[in-house]
């Protein structure tokens, strides 16, 4: 009987699979598959992936090529397109599993979203699929949980089993990071922890996920910086700022300029005047009116 080997150690015999473990740790026991796909990258045409070495020449990881790739991801697989079929690769360019999908994306804590027929569910590594249910979307695996979307057009999380991490149902939910994640109802946002209930009771016009104790939040003054319990770190307001950086953020001023706070939102360093980005403003809209009317000229609109 015909068979074929794929790299994740499966013998494929028709529809029906064999796993072989022994390949799989002698992979893992040589490392030289996990430095290949450590090093690679995707190449510039995305259709298969390369490793480039010191003098910046890039050699391909394997003989094949796909219509779309995806990076590699921990255990060492990339998922990878051919017309309207999906699946996943292992570092020598082979089938991770027998099974096809329409679309897949990378493998995080040892899952995989996919999407086939219309709908959207979670792998491991052999292809098989961590739960029987089906979602309109589903994002990846962070910090032991997934935000999915369901039929009912509901958002909740998913824990590692695939199951329901809590009862509460959100017009939108995203990743964890730091122990808790954003969540929308009724037009505004919160932080839920793990079990999915408030995390400080704090509502806001819009919100991100916490890094290292901090997270931007948007009221009806602006934009600002908020700790755990909810409260603003500091009392000034901006039109756009970043996650801090080191002790330091970049954040838009109402008036137009760019500036580098620290952590009490005192200005350390003025990145462009607001005189600066009006200028730049202004040139731009000048620039965008010379070619509006030289395209109208030039292609005729309006001659007679």
Avoid at 14 to 33: E, F, K, N
Avoid at 184 to 189: K, P, V
Avoid at 288 to 294: I, P, Y
Wanted: hydrophobic share 35%; glycine share 10%; with cysteine.
């Amino acid at each position: 009987m015909e068979f074929r080997r794929t790299w994740s150690g499966q013998f494929l015999f028709g529809a029906g699979t064999t796993t072989c473990t022994a390949l799989v740790r002698r992979c893992i026991a040589t490392g030289a598959d996990t430095k290949s796909w450590q090093q690679s990258r995707v190449s510039k045409s995305r259709t298969h992936h390369v490793v480039v070495d010191e003098a910046g020449n890039s050699q391909p990881l394997y003989d094949d090529s796909f219509d779309e790739v995806l990076p590699f991801h921990p255990p060492g697989l990339a998922p990878v397109r051919r017309g309207n079929t999906a699946w996943h690769i292992g570092p020598d360019g082979t089938r991770a599993y027998a099974q096809s999908f329409s679309r897949v994306f990378g493998f995080y804590q040892g899952r995989a979203a996919v999407e086939t027929e219309g709908h959207s569910h979670h792998i491991v590594i052999s292809g098989e699929e961590l739960y029987p249910e089906r979602f309109d979307w589903c994002g990846n695996y962070q910090g032991g949980f997934c935000p999915v979307r369901s039929q009912d057009g509901s958002y909740f999380h998913l824990n590692l089993e695939g199951q329901a991490a809590y009862h509460e149902r959100w017009n939108y939910a995203g990743d964890y990071r730091e122990g808790s994640a954003v969540v929308h109802r009724d037009g505004r946002a919160t932080h839920v922890d793990r079990a999915g209930n408030l995390l400080h009771g704090k509502w806001f016009q819009d919100l991100d996920v916490f890094h290292k104790g901090l997270a931007r939040a948007r009221d009806s003054d602006g934009w600002m910086h908020i700790d755990e319990l909810g409260h603003p770190k500091y009392h000034r307001r901006f039109q756009a700022v970043e996650p801090f950086y080191n002790g330091q953020a970049r954040v838009q001023c109402w008036n137009g300029s760019w500036q580098v706070i620290n952590e009490l939102a005192e200005t350390v360093f003025e990145i462009a005047s607001a005189r600066e980005v009006d200028a730049f403003a202004a040139v731009s809209a000048d620039l965008v009116g010379f070619w509006k009317t030289n395209f109208v000229c030039c292609s005729g609109v309006g001659l007679v």
